[in-house]
Every structure is written in C-alpha cells, then in structure tokens.
C-alpha cells in the first residue's frame, strides 16, 4: 500500500535560510517517524527561496526584445526579461503562453519562473540551481543523523504540450531512479515489452501534490511510502531527451 503522508509545522522559509537544516528538522520532529524506503518529495519554492533564487523586478532592466514580447502579451516586460535569462531559447511565444527550455534542461511555460508563493513585493521566483545536489545534502543528513535509506526529490508543477492543467514533475532527485525501464519484461499475455519507460520520478512529484497542492506554504513536504525502489544515483537530466532524440520541434 502507498501512502502520502504530509511534514508539517515547516515555518514560511525565507531567504537565507539553511534549508538542508529546515527539511532535518521537519523531518525529525514530526509524528510520523521517516522509515527505510520513504521518498521525500519537497515543493521547490521552499528551496528556491532559501537559496535565495528570487529576484526583484524593480531592479529589471527590460531589453528590446523584453518589451515586444511583453507588448504582444500584456505582460509585465520585467518578468518577461527575467524569464529570458533563465532560458536557453524560446520554443514557442503567442500571445497567451512563452514557452522556453530553462537553465536546467526543461521546456516548460515561463522557464519555470512563477510570482506565486514568491516573496513580498515585487518579486519572482525561479527554479533551484543545482537541485540533485540540494536533494542529495538532504538525503545524506536525514540518513546519517537518523540512520535510513530514503529517496528526495524536488517537484514543480509543469504543463503538457497536448494536455490541459498541470502536473508534478521532478526537477532535481537523489537516492532513487529517475526512470524505470520495463523493456524485456512480458505483460499478462506474454507479449515481451520492447520500449516502455516509466518516468517514475514524475509519478511521484505527482501524487505527493495530492498532499503539497499549489498553495504549498502549509504543506510543501510530503513523504511517499510503500514504494519499493533501488537506491541509485539518478539526475534531473536522466529525464530529459537529448535533442537528437525529440519527436517535437
């Protein structure tokens, strides 16, 4: 049985803070004792914030190129010169949506960066830097102060190109897979499975934001049990097609 337990009493996380300690903290003090196995999947506006990934946009310069896309959407062109320097390129810009792949990889709306759960004022938060890293300092504390095996793993909430409204997805993962790989396996029939891959570390961001939710201030740390997984050492990048490999753009 899989269960979805929410960490509670994690206090609003502001910048600077250590948020290794803030997750150990959590984690220790609360009812429900983390056990061998247990997936810790955290909502990544707790770390970008604490990590100090937030930027005011009374001090954003819009360029040109800012303030036509900006013009064409009716947005605010410091949020749009923000977002293009969090981006690797843009993929799509219409009136209504920018879609770029970000910094770390992703193709996804606003390159990841979002005014929600931000900060006060005129603020935006973008994506961690370096998220595998952030989960693996978190996964070697829990483990060595409470002597586990656990998995972490930081989600965002993210569109489809197809597909309407949001879901979780990985964006940086430590002490479990990335994917599973079913290839060779035989389904109920016999059939021998040829190319199917399960973005597990997707399906957990996903059902852990039954318990997070967007508005993950009160709740932006669950643990997911019950899952048996391998330990192993999987990065966010795991996830992501090489170019060549695209079936679209």
Do not use: W
Request: aromatic share 4%; with cysteine; proline share 4%.
């Amino acid at each position: 049985m899989i269960q979805i337990i929410p960490i509670t009493g994690i206090p609003i996380v502001k910048p600077g803070e250590d948020i290794v300690k803030i997750i150990f903290d959590a984690v220790k003090n609360n009812p429900e004792r983390i056990l061998d196995g247990d997936i810790l999947v955290i909502a990544h506006k707790i770390v970008s914030r604490a990590t100090g990934r937030l930027i005011n946009l009374e001090n954003v310069k819009p360029s040109r190129k800012a303030l036509k896309i900006a013009g064409k959407m009716g947005e605010d062109a410091r949020k749009i010169q923000v977002i293009l320097n969090e981006s690797n390129r843009i993929i799509k810009s219409t009136v209504k949506h920018l879609i770029t792949e970000n910094k770390l990889g992703f193709v996804c709306a606003n390159a990841g960066v979002d005014r929600s759960n931000s900060y006060q004022g005129e603020y935006v938060i973008l994506p961690p830097v370096n998220p595998d890293k952030i989960c693996e300092d978190i996964r070697t504390l829990i483990e060595e102060k409470l002597h586990v095996k656990i998995g972490v793993l930081i989600s965002d909430t993210h569109g489809r190109a197809l597909r309407k409204g949001a879901v979780g997805v990985c964006l940086g993962l430590a002490g479990i897979p990335a994917l599973i790989n079913y290839k060779g396996r035989r389904d109920i029939f016999g059939y021998e499975l040829k190319a199917t891959e399960i973005a597990i570390a997707d399906e957990l961001a996903s059902a852990a934001e039954l318990v997070i939710g967007e508005s993950n201030e009160c709740i932006p740390v669950a643990i997911v049990r019950g899952l048996k997984l391998s330990s192993c050492s999987s990065i966010h990048t795991d996830l992501i097609y090489k170019f060549e490999e695209r079936l679209f753009y």
